[in-house]
């Protein structure tokens, strides 16, 4: 399991805001462990904290906004949001004197190489890593846009842009390793298109904005008024336009940099979920509104599949130890479930008290008695035959048999005198006699166990 990191030392950055134009120092802090990514406006005496968190975005328009309940902004924190996760920087707290991050050359690669020079340093904690389990898909109902995060080993993204037009055409990019982000993604820069700039400026936007920190695509002829009006706007009048391509015939980083700047952006958006993911984000498409989306469902499942709940061990038992004999088969020393204290049509809650008197502590391990993890599982499923049985008149007449087990993990040991609890829960109706359940067990609220479970169900003649 990698560590926490947080900085070695403090260091600072100066720069224009893209959108308000102002000039901001932006300060990174070391911070303790647990402390994660937090924003404070020093320009602000009171409620300045800003936690960069998905809870706080409140705008996605050219730029992801946070803003905490006291009405108190930072705009456009996606590339210093990339640059810290790519540098897999957990802990650390970023002081501005104005209200937005500097856009600097429009890419994350000024960060990348301050906070790199500050270095970084391992803390005590374990890094929060959230490893997805299933297929999570959404889909803009009004447009083409798409994201879908498979199960993975490890974080990757993948990035499909299109904006109809030659001059860019269809981009494609991806990042297999998180690691390869300051070489590979970081000196993406951001852009627009030439025929956007006016209107942008019209709305009181990118004053902070230049060709030398954006990519000027040129997709239609525009107008010489036009051009001069940008030319005053930048106070730049070496403005050149050419029939089609990039604005003054900037050089590229990389060919699809536009594609590797949405990556970018994605990545930025998905760490203010405010852990490491272990899924393939794809997305079709994408932009701040959608990403920031996205990052909602995955956060919301996050706190779903992490949420303990809190059972009442000694509740009155819907089934004690003879009454769970009348329904399974199995008898002692292998009935690995006690009592059942919660049943519906759809999960069921089993208790197991682990004592020292159990025959397989002899053996496992004679100097530091632990329970084997196949037993759990055995256990689990014993609760589960218990679950899908209920579904039958007669259970006696009916086995259970598993067909597969998935996804099985060991979080922590179980040692005699822990209590073990088996919370089984159906993922689909039961069809043609085959049950599909995920399954975890607790010892003192923490997950010990879990996985997900295949059985049939048939008649015993």
């Not at 890593?129 to 490890?154: M, R």
């Not at 297999?176 to 006016?198: G, M, V, W, Y």
Request: hydrophobic share 40%; proline share 4%.
């Amino acid at each position: 399991m990698s560590k926490q990191q947080s900085l070695k030392a403090t260091c600072s950055l100066k720069g224009k805001g893209l959108h308000l134009g102002t000039e901001v120092t932006i300060t990174f802090h070391p911070a303790d462990v647990n402390h994660g990514i937090v924003f404070k406006r020093i320009d602000i005496e009171e409620n300045n904290i800003i936690p960069a968190s998905i809870e706080w975005v409140s705008e996605t328009t050219r730029g992801t906004v946070l803003t905490n309940r006291n009405g108190v902004s930072v705009r456009t924190i996606e590339h210093v949001m990339a640059a810290l996760a790519g540098l897999g920087i957990d802990n650390v707290l970023i002081e501005l004197d104005g209200e937005e991050v500097p856009i600097m050359d429009g890419s994350s690669i000024d960060y990348i190489k301050t906070l790199s020079n500050a270095g970084i340093r391992e803390q005590s904690e374990d890094k929060k890593v959230y490893n997805l389990q299933e297929t999570i898909q959404w889909k803009d109902p009004n447009s083409d846009i798409e994201f879908i995060a498979v199960p993975a080993d490890s974080f990757k993204v993948s990035v499909l842009v299109d904006y109809k037009t030659q001059v860019l055409g269809v981009q494609y990019a991806e990042l297999q390793n998180i690691k390869d982000f300051a070489k590979e993604i970081a000196p993406s820069r951001t852009f627009c298109f030439l025929h956007e700039i006016l209107p942008l400026i019209k709305a009181n936007l990118i004053k902070g904005g230049d060709v030398e920190n954006a990519i000027v695509y040129v997709n239609h002829i525009v107008s010489d008024q036009e051009i001069g009006e940008i030319a005053t706007f930048f106070n730049r009048h070496d403005i050149k336009v050419e029939k089609s391509g990039i604005l003054n015939n900037i050089e590229l980083h990389f060919d699809n940099e536009v594609a590797r700047h949405k990556l970018l952006d994605l990545i930025g958006d998905l760490n203010l979920i405010g852990q490491s993911i272990n899924a393939h984000i794809i997305a079709k498409y994408p932009g701040h509104a959608s990403n920031t989306h996205f990052a909602k469902m995955i956060a919301n499942k996050i706190k779903k599949d992490t949420l303990t709940p809190n059972f009442d061990v000694n509740v009155k038992p819907l089934f004690n130890s003879n009454d769970i004999k009348k329904k399974i088969p199995h008898r002692f020393p292998f009935l690995l479930v006690d009592k059942i204290i919660e049943l519906t049509e759809s999960r069921v809650v089993g208790v197991k008290n682990a004592t020292i008197n159990e025959e397989f502590f002899t053996g496992h391990f004679p100097q530091e008695p632990v329970m084997p993890g196949v037993l759990i599982v055995e256990g689990m499923a014993q609760t589960g035959g218990i679950l899908v049985l209920s579904q039958v008149p007669d259970p006696e007449n009916y086995l259970t048999f598993f067909l597969s087990m998935d996804k099985v993990k060991f979080r922590n040991k179980v040692s005699p005198g822990d209590t073990l609890v088996y919370e089984m829960i159906l993922l689909e109706p039961i069809r043609r006699g085959i049950a599909h359940m995920k399954g975890k067990a607790y010892v003192n609220q923490k997950v010990v166990a879990e996985g997900e479970f295949l059985a049939q169900i048939t008649k015993n003649y």
